[in-house]
């Protein structure tokens, strides 16, 4: 049994592990990260890409544009650009009321300098002559991007060891105690770590580590389910969503493009698939909104298992009951873009206790009170609640 | 009621070649009316492969040596007519919760095929371990060079060197040089020290074995040149193929040729197994992981059969008997009274065949040291353009060590192929690079579709209880 005493010990190795850990490494702090399988293959990984700040809820535009900045370093930060481009990101609107949605939205969002602008209908078909029929206008945010999360996550946590973390990986938690000032953490006969501070970063597995300290949440596993095609000539350089919901897309410089929309299922408690009738649904309505994918083939489809509370927001910050331990999890889909920044408010509040970025509407206080429902949905049922509906609230 | 219900679900059979075949009947004779899914036009499999239907020419051109069992499985196929529910041109994409998603190639339709049972016999492909120069027009797998003589009556160049190793090579050597193309040279990565070795197991099934025998005897009596222990070391040309290089254990020889055969045996198709949710285990003599079946073809998935090559290479007779023992299994399942002394037969046969898998793998061996050979700039997956190179940086800078982790940094086995073709030279590259075995280098989890599927489909409700043939 390897024995490691350090200054924080942090439980999952997805992106806003991995970045709590470079973060922390960089303020100089000994720090030991525990994952279970390979950093950055879960959500983190496997998400759609989208790095987006429009269409998030006003609460997160502070955490979201503190993770633009750490965005527009990030080949400094994790030694690659890993196909990181601000593209733009792009909201078609199908109706006169989503043109209306989309322009309150930048209404109320103008404090916060997101750059968006409204295109009419006749804006977006001269500029645009790819896009399909039904759009009447739409939001383009230009500073807003996409990169691919196969590569973003996994160079997180290898930085993060280059910083001096200690990267532990394919080492699943057992089990965690706490003494009232030091907390144990234990992977079967192979590790056993104590440091004063934890940080809970499990992703969709977080909420068994919060319910034994006494703050239960109400999380469920949601699976966005996506699909890619195989290369297309180049045409389309936005992500592009849908207001109100739907499909949503990017082409990455290979020519493929990247689709998301509707739900997978739980194959088990780590593993989804896309489920067919979505596969069918998103395949349709891509070709409506991008007429030139009618001959295309889709090459393969995948989900993951992210973790939804019930209002759609996450928790970051710290415990209700525990001194010393922060949790950061349940992004709703949408942790890819603000995952970073989530890491180093973490870092923020492990090293000082304090943090300049507002997360009030993050805290698991919030839940106080409730009980944890199941953490895994039965095998092979849909699950009933988080049908991720709208690109802004899955698969970021 | 409800629980006799699901019988009611025709059993389902993917794949008609041997296995698949045999199955069909095998079920039929017993009563039952299985829906018999297939990606080619006519039944009969890779190697009983029927040329397309106003293409005939006799079994003895094109079967030789096999003639009177292509034409035995042939006759079981064409008898079965009205008495299955045959889906032709339909390739099986997905597979979810007791229902087969079918694409039907000709007309892009989409049918769903619910199952209660499901006979998996998806055959195999050619395994391809790259050489410099393989991705030139002009340059064929075994299988493929076969298939074009099987199918179309083409050859696939009129000076055509056959290279690699595997019972594939010489038997399509000799069908190329029966047809009148110039066989230029037979080159054999296995020696003849390997295939001495391999006899005593080989006589274990004299007749084949002879079989094997005449055609390196016929290929050498015409005076085709046979060299064993070689090394592909390129194959050249510009715009098409023009030449091979190999080293033949001494120096470097180059042959002038205008088309190369060459694989190494063969692989098993494995991907709708996985998707079925069955267990996988590493098969060392095959160096891959396969799906499990016990002796009678029952997987780890309750209602789910494997039979023939595509759950591990056994070859053609073999695919047979496992496709009729796996009926068998299934009818058992169901309920249905079968001749157990029948069962047994089969198992015995299949169990009496191992040694000579056994003496195959140590005549044709995988060449082992081809990673160590392999040009940091020679293209492994040629849907993605990612070379030797790319998978080793990869591995030094990232840390990479396994499989899908390998395919998430560098895009190997994410192009239209999905893996099937490069993910076991990925594989080699990746275990040689970090010393790990094969076994543990892992393999590539299975993702709809199997292969690709138009984005644009006509849909069809359930196939079931509609019309026989498509």
Redesign the interface.
């Known amino acids: 049994m390897k024995l490691l005493s350090t200054d924080v010990v942090i439980v999952g190795g997805g992106i806003v592990g991995s970045s709590a850990a470079l973060a922390l490494s960089h303020m100089g702090l000994a720090v030991a990260l525990l994952e279970r399988d390979l950093c950055g293959a879960r959500s983190s990984g496997v998400n759609y890409g989208g790095v987006r700040r429009q269409g998030r809820p006003l609460s997160q535009l502070p955490l979201s544009q503190r993770a633009h900045a750490i965005w527009g370093r990030l080949g400094e930060l994790i030694g690659t650009e890993a196909e990181y481009v601000r593209s733009g990101h792009f909201k078609v609107a199908r109706s006169d009321q989503d043109m209306a949605a989309l322009e309150a939205y930048r209404e109320r969002t103008r404090d916060f300098d997101l750059g968006i602008e409204l295109l009419s209908g006749e804006q977006l078909r001269a500029a645009c002559a790819w896009l399909g029929g039904k759009a009447v206008g739409g939001s383009l945010c230009p500073e807003d991007g996409q990169a691919n999360p196969r590569l973003v996550s996994p160079a997180f946590a290898r930085a993060a060891q280059r910083a001096g973390a200690e990267i532990f990986e394919r080492t699943p938690v057992d089990e965690v105690s706490h003494d009232g000032s030091t907390f144990t953490v234990r992977s079967g006969n192979a590790l056993e770590v104590r440091a004063p501070v934890l940080l809970n970063c499990a992703g969709a597995w977080a909420g068994a580590l919060a319910a034994q300290f006494g703050e239960a949440v109400p999380m469920q596993s949601g699976h966005p389910a996506m699909a890619v095609t195989e290369p297309v000539p180049h045409f389309m350089g936005w992500s592009l969503g849908v207001e109100g919901g739907g499909v949503y897309g990017r082409q990455v410089a290979r020519g493929n493009l990247v689709l998301g929309g509707g739900a997978g299922f739980a194959l088990d408690a780590d593993r989804a698939r896309s489920a067919r009738n979505a596969i069918v649904t998103l395949t349709e309505q891509a070709v409506e909104l991008l007429p030139m994918l009618r001959h295309a083939h889709i090459i393969r489809t995948w989900s993951g298992t992210e973790g939804y509370l019930p209002d759609r927001e996450p928790v970051i910050g710290p415990s209700g009951t525990t001194p010393g331990l922060f949790h950061g999890f349940g992004f709703a889909g949408g942790g890819f873009q603000v995952g970073p920044a989530a890491g180093e408010v973490l870092a923020e509040l492990a090293a000082k206790g304090r943090t300049d970025t507002p997360i009030d509407a993050f805290s698991i206080v919030r839940f106080r009170g409730e009980t944890e429902v199941a953490r895994h949905l039965p095998v092979e049922v849909s699950p009933p609640l988080p049908q991720p509906a709208t690109e802004s609230a899955i698969a970021n | 009621m409800s629980a006799h219900l699901p019988e009611l679900v025709q059993p389902v059979i993917v794949g008609a070649g041997p296995a698949g075949i045999r199955a069909a009947q095998t079920l039929v004779v017993h009563g039952l009316r299985p829906v018999l899914i297939d990606e080619a036009a006519r039944a009969g499999g890779q190697i009983y492969r029927r040329p397309p239907a106003h293409f005939e020419r006799p079994a003895a051109t094109l079967y030789g040596m096999e003639a009177s069992r292509a034409t035995s499985l042939h006759t079981a196929i064409d008898s079965l007519h009205g008495r299955i529910d045959y889906m032709s041109d339909s390739l099986v994409w997905?597979a979810?919760?007791g229902?087969l998603?079918v694409l039907h190639g000709k007309t892009n339709t989409?049918y769903s095929v619910p199952y209660r049972r499901l006979i998996v016999a998806t055959g195999t492909t050619d395994r391809v371990l790259p050489v410099p120069g393989w991705t030139l027009p002009g340059v064929y797998t075994h299988g493929g060079a076969q298939v074009a003589l099987k199918f179309q009556g083409c050859a696939i160049g009129d000076r055509v060197v056959f290279m690699g190793t595997g019972p594939l090579l010489y038997l399509v050597a000799y069908q190329y040089a029966k047809a009148g193309a110039e066989v230029v040279a037979v080159l054999d990565t296995a020696r003849l020290a390997d295939q001495i070795a391999a006899v005593p197991k080989l006589l274990t099934q004299p007749i084949v074995f002879a079989k094997g025998i005449y055609y390196v005897g016929w290929l050498r009596a015409h005076g085709v040149a046979l060299h064993s222990g070689v090394r592909p070391v390129r194959i050249d040309g510009d715009t098409r193929v023009s030449a091979v290089t190999f080293h033949d254990g001494v120096r470097e020889r180059t042959l002038v040729c205008d088309a190369v055969a060459f694989s190494y045996a063969l692989r098993s198709e494995t991907q709708l197994a996985d998707l079925l949710?069955c267990r996988f285990a590493f098969a060392p003599m095959q160096r891959s992981h396969l799906p499990v079946r016990d002796a009678t073809g029952r997987s780890s998935v309750d209602g789910v059969y494997l039979a023939g090559d595509g759950a591990g290479i056994m070859g053609a007779d073999a695919a047979e008997w496992a496709g009729e023992r796996a009926a068998l299994a299934l009818l058992a399942d169901q309920g249905v009274t079968v001749d157990n002394a029948r069962a047994t037969e089969l198992e015995n046969k299949l169990a009496h065949l191992a040694p000579f898998r056994e003496g195959l793998e140590r005549a044709f061996p995988f060449p082992t040291d081809w990673a160590a050979h392999a040009p940091d700039d020679l293209v492994v997956c040629r849907c993605?353009n990612i070379t030797a190179g790319t998978l080793r940086d990869t591995v030094r800078e990232?840390?990479a060590d396994?499989m899908?982790?390998l395919k998430?940094?560098s895009?190997i086995g994410?192009?239209?192929c999905?893996g099937r073709m490069c993910a076991i030279a990925a594989t080699e590259i990746l275990a040689y690079a970090t010393g790990k075995s094969i076994e543990d280098s892992g393999r590539l989890r299975g993702?709809?579709?199997i292969k690709?599927?138009?984005?644009?489909?006509m849909?069809r409700p359930s196939r079931q209880h509609t019309e026989a043939n498509l």
């Open positions: 997905n979810q919760h229902v998603d989409a949710g993605e990232t840390g396994e899908n982790r998430a940094l895009r994410m192009g239209r999905q993702q709809a579709p690709p599927i138009p984005m644009v489909l849909r």
